[in-house]
């Protein structure tokens, strides 16, 4: 991370805890309740793709919907928990319980849909659309670090899709559709 991001992160924890958003103080895990129940549904979602005979034949729809909680392989739900909680729980802390679920649930049904649609299969897509909430949220307070982090992840996306045209596709739309929902309900704006 470099410095005008850590600043960032440091100067909106500061804000956060003098305006005190009606959070319990006590520790790392009364702050980030939610981000810590996404990783734990990302952890339920390998369950039921491990062991397929947990659920009964899915219709795509099923499928689209299941998919924002399911990584595609145990290397997935390691990437998937790592990316929720670096930049979950980041995210977090600027925005509404409401919003971030928002924007994790309907990046993910985005993400999902793309990749269905042009042939693909996998999850975790719900993730980079928390990627794309954290560069709006960045994008508030220092331009040139949110362009520096959107062509970071812009490589991971690359890299981690394996040069497949229907994950990148679903990726991007995860991004894009999670930038944008963090700009439609103004996450960082309080």
């Excluded at 805890?17 to 009606?22: D, M, V």
């Excluded at 319990?24 to 005979?53: C, D, K, Y």
């Excluded at 790592?82 to 649930?105: P, R, T």
């Excluded at 944008?180 to 309900?185: C, E, K, N, P, S």
């Amino acid at each position: 991370m470099d410095q005008d991001t850590k600043n960032f992160w440091q100067e909106r924890k500061k804000q956060m805890l003098t305006n005190n958003r009606s959070r319990r103080q006590g520790g790392w895990n009364s702050t980030h309740r939610v981000t810590m129940a996404l990783m734990v549904l990302e952890a339920i979602g390998w369950v039921v793709e491990a062991f397929p005979g947990i659920l009964p034949n899915l219709t795509r729809v099923e499928f689209i919907l299941l998919s924002t909680i399911m990584p595609g392989s145990f290397l997935g739900l390691i990437f998937a928990g790592f990316f929720i909680w670096i930049i979950g729980s980041q995210l977090e802390m600027v925005a509404k319980w409401w919003q971030y679920l928002l924007v994790f649930f309907g990046s993910g049904i985005v993400g999902a849909t793309v990749m269905t649609i042009m042939g693909g299969a996998g999850g975790a897509l719900a993730a980079f659309g928390l990627a794309g909430a954290y560069v709006y949220a960045m994008s508030r307070y220092n331009y040139g670090a949110a362009v520096q982090w959107a062509l970071f992840l812009l490589l991971i996306n690359v890299l981690l899709s394996g040069f497949q045209p229907a994950i990148l596709l679903g990726m991007a739309g995860s991004f894009g559709t999670g930038l944008g929902l963090a700009w439609t309900t103004g996450i960082a704006e309080h």
